[in-house]
């Protein structure tokens, strides 16, 4: 406390003895001197403020994000039964740790096993291979069956070079070899020999038989209980250590009252200090405003009379006349800041011209969004009308009946024609709800991940009947195993649509081109039928609701649908964020798609 006495003590005789002096020193030596003074002062502050708090603010930082982590870690240790490996493994990796296991009297527990091996039993010619485990990431169970590649590591042992079980790769070392130096076999798990803790890959650690010894004679000379503190159910001490070359923060906890855990963590991540150090200098920049305002007051007066100029100029601007200019340019200082307001006028005009441009944008999206609203107005106008054709077919035919105006033996075609018009009615409603629900905000896709490829052919099997009916040839170049994540009913619809379409406007006779693949991180697909094309006057209107494209045509499949089938396909592909469109080719018209595809 003085010590900061005596400090205040020299800025209070600094201060005065500043203030003297500037009553006889120009405004470029006055303005120098109080910059000088500024940032000494604020370097001098942080200076003291880091040396004197940095450590310990940096230190509970440190604490407070790995202790949440390395008490579930604790707990979940305390309720294993003395298998501790896989806790272990993931707790060490994931956090840049180091974890053992210490008897009472503090020295390292042995495991049962030190290295992680698996043995398999050759099914052609009955051998039994063990091999080293080179991570952690698949759980080996006795009757797995695994095919290996491997070569020599030892006497007894070996090093895998690739692991698959079934068609799934394990491992893959990417290592180069040939039949000289390595075996490849198929066969089935005997054992598996998994240490019971990492202690044999952490007890010869330097860092860590250091804080070992440590915690051995603070144990022995009864201090370790000066760093206790409260860890919840579990008893625990913990320390900063700073004897090596990085800093580390150390644990000791128990386990099972009778052994303990000590789990050693550099705190040397860039990142961390980075943001530590960030947050921390807040309070210092703070500070150092508080102190540039103060000195502040003193400029004021020095450098008022040019300031009020250059006022009077920020005054036309903020009356927004952004064609006035300062031109007081005897300073360096004056200058810069006139060179300043300058621009600020100049920004600013140029700013007012992007947002009248801006607001010319905002008018031209505001009537595409009315053109949408006139759109779904005419869309429900045109459900209106579509529903009263079969509605009135509806009555007319069932009346005709009660009235026995139709005859007896043509009822069964009527009421087929009746339950035709009630099935094109629902599946047009059908429609039409699913656009509602794709338009609405809070309506969510139910994303799955499925194959396409398999589901293209689905599509090709079910039409199969349509396609010999009118000997369509089908050039199929579907690639396997194309995995897509989106919703599998909607585009199920998608491909109907296109399939139906395809199928509807191809002559017999003609000819199918599909093709499903996979490129670069995307999925593609294309659908092409050939023999017929649409007029280019055409193209941009097929996506508009209830526009029908007219064709002359006895094939009941080729018969006019609802008019909605690939407006209700643009707004299921748009809710994908897929790319799409139909257009004409060579002799044909080809739709396609193309969208992310699944991510690993």
């Given amino acids: 406390m003085k010590r900061f006495e005596r400090i205040g003590e020299v800025f209070k005789k600094l201060f005065a003895f500043l203030t003297r002096s500037f009553k006889a020193r120009s405004i470029s030596t006055q303005l120098i001197i109080t910059i000088i003074l500024i940032f000494s002062s604020f370097f001098v502050l942080q200076s003291i403020l880091n040396s004197a708090f940095f450590r310990n603010y940096y230190t509970e930082q440190e604490f407070d994000r790995v202790h949440s982590n390395l008490m579930t870690y604790i707990n979940s240790m305390n309720e294993n039964n003395n298998d501790y490996y896989d806790e272990m493994y993931e707790y060490t990796t994931e956090n840049n740790a180091y974890s053992v296991i210490v008897t009472g009297q503090y020295r390292v527990l042995n495991s049962s096993f030190t290295d992680y091996t698996v043995s398999v039993r050759d099914t052609t010619n009955d051998t039994l291979y063990t091999f080293l485990v080179p991570n952690n990431d698949h759980e080996y169970v006795v009757g797995d069956t695994l095919t290996l590649t491997l070569y020599d590591y030892n006497d007894t042992l070996y090093s895998p070079a690739l692991i698959r079980e079934n068609s799934t790769t394990l491992f893959n070392s990417n290592i180069n070899c040939d039949e000289e130096t390595c075996l490849t076999l198929t066969g089935e798990v005997t054992e598996v020999h998994k240490p019971n803790n990492l202690n044999y890959l952490f007890d010869d650690n330097l860092l860590v038989q250091r804080e070992i010894s440590k915690i051995y004679n603070l144990w022995l000379n009864d201090e370790l209980d000066d760093y206790g503190y409260d860890s919840g159910s579990v008893e625990g001490f913990w ?73 009077l100029v920020a005054r036309e601007i903020a009356q927004l006349n952004f064609n006035v200019e300062a031109h007081e340019y005897n300073n360096r200082e004056n200058e810069s800041l006139s060179k300043s307001i300058n621009l600020i006028a100049k920004n600013l005009r140029e700013t007012l011209e992007t947002i009248n441009r801006k607001n010319k944008e905002l008018t031209e999206l505001y009537e595409e969004q009315s053109k949408q609203v006139t759109l779904k107005k005419q869309l429900v106008s045109s459900i209106s009308h579509e529903l009263k054709t079969p509605l009135m077919i509806m009555q007319v035919t069932i009346q005709g009946i009660l009235d026995d105006i139709i005859a007896a033996g043509d ?50 099997n079910d039409f199969d009947n349509a396609i010999r009916k009118y000997n369509l040839e089908v050039d ?39 093709e499903v693949s996979e490129q670069d991180d995307q999925v593609y697909f294309e659908l092409t039928n050939y023999g017929a094309t649409i007029h280019e006057e055409e193209i941009d209107k097929i996506w508009l609701p209830f526009y029908r494209i007219d064709r002359d045509d006895p094939n009941p499949l080729k018969t006019k649908g609802s008019g909605i089938g690939l407006y209700l396909v643009s707004e299921i592909l748009k809710a994908h964020n897929a790319e799409f469109g139909i257009h004409n080719v060579t002799n044909g018209v080809k739709a396609y798609f193309r969208m992310n595809k699944k991510t690993e």
């Fill in 239 to 311: 320390y900063r250590s700073s004897d090596g070359p990085v800093d580390t923060l150390v644990f000791v906890h128990n386990l099972k009252t009778w052994n303990w855990i000590v789990t050693v963590i550099p705190i040397v991540d860039t990142n961390d200090i980075i943001d530590i150090v960030g947050n921390y200098n807040y309070y210092v920049y703070a500070t150092a405003i508080v102190i540039i305002a103060i000195w502040s007051f003193r400029l004021s007066g020095i450098i008022s009379k040019p300031i009020k100029n250059i006022e």
């Fill in 411 to 460: 009822r069964d075609k009527e009421l087929h024609n009746v339950l035709d018009e009630i099935n094109k009615s629902s599946m047009m409603i059908q429609d039409m709800l699913q656009i509602y629900r794709l338009d609405d905000a809070n309506s969510e896709l139910e994303i799955s991940e499925f194959d396409l490829a398999q589901t293209v052919r689905f599509f090709v």
């Fill in 476 to 514: 199929i170049n579907c690639q396997d195993d194309v995995r897509v994540e989106a919703d599998e009913k909607l585009i199920k619809r998608v491909l109907s649509n296109f399939f139906t379409n395809a199928i509807k406007y191809t002559p017999v006779g003609g000819s199918l081109y599909l």
